[in-house]
């Protein structure tokens, strides 16, 4: 519901910012991509839903669709605040200002449900190579799937997200009123209340300064370049070996 989605909101933040180096959303989908997954029933005692922080999730070095998700989508929704510097004609300064246009580079958090997993958590962009006439048509929206790493677009019949139940950002939260809720058959048109209710609004408007985060900054540490050259020449061995075994059972 709202109330859930609500909590979950306060996970998300600009302050985690990706990595050095990680400058572009396709960097950032593959980094994400490549931290091993691991459900709550194995990282902790006992079924419980557990939405660790992006900084928890780096310390544990594993996670499932939540961790993966929330992280990549802190590190989207960073890259998506554009710092602009902007000549004054004549005054020799410039003035520097951060912009979130959400109507041109939007980034949302989804809750809804795949197959197979049941219940999950993707991130959604949209797509500006794609010139629709329909802004908030879905085939302006890709949706990415943040442990595997593959982006679909939301029309792709193949995409593995059958319902989509909630978008969020740290502004808001909004809950799917369509009939329809596959991706392909939906519009993302926010502003119209009778498609989607928002959390925040006029009766319940959202707390003066924001939501407080319950993230706290990442600090990401160089890794040693002696440590990097163990990590390649034990991987350049044991392909070799797997080569050699799988040449000697072809022979035989």
């Not at 306060?10 to 960097?27: E, F, V």
């Not at 079924?47 to 990549?72: P, R």
């Amino acid at each position: 519901d709202l109330h859930t989605a609500y909590r979950r909101q306060r996970q998300m933040c600009i302050r985690d910012r990706p990595p050095p180096g990680y400058d572009s959303r396709r960097a950032c989908v593959h980094l994400i991509s490549s931290i091993p997954f691991m459900n709550d029933i194995q990282s902790f005692i006992g079924e419980m839903d557990l939405w660790c922080t992006s900084s928890q999730f780096w310390e544990i070095g594993a996670g499932d669709e939540e961790e993966h998700a929330v992280t990549l989508f802190n590190y989207l929704y960073f890259l998506s605040m554009k710092t602009t510097t902007v000549a004054t004609a004549g005054a020799g300064s410039t003035t520097t200002a951060n912009t979130s246009d959400m109507t041109r580079e939007s980034v949302f958090l989804v809750l809804g449900k795949a197959f197979p997993e049941g219940d999950s958590v993707y991130v959604m962009i949209r797509d500006h190579k794609r010139a629709s006439p329909h802004a908030w048509g879905p085939e302006n929206f890709l949706l990415i799937n943040p442990w595997t790493g593959y982006i679909y677009s939301a029309v792709d019949p193949n995409c593995p997200l059958r319902e989509l139940h909630i978008l969020a950002t740290p502004n808001n939260v909004w809950a799917n009123l369509q009939e329809q809720s596959r991706p392909a058959d939906m519009t993302f048109d926010l502003a119209n209340i009778s498609s989607w209710r928002p959390f925040f609004g006029s009766r319940f408007p959202l707390p003066k300064g924001g939501l407080n985060t319950v993230q706290t900054v990442i600090e990401y540490m160089d890794t040693s370049p002696g440590y990097t050259l163990e990590v390649e020449k034990a991987v350049f061995q044991t392909i070799r070996n797997n080569i050699r075994k799988w040449r000697s059972k072809r022979q035989k």
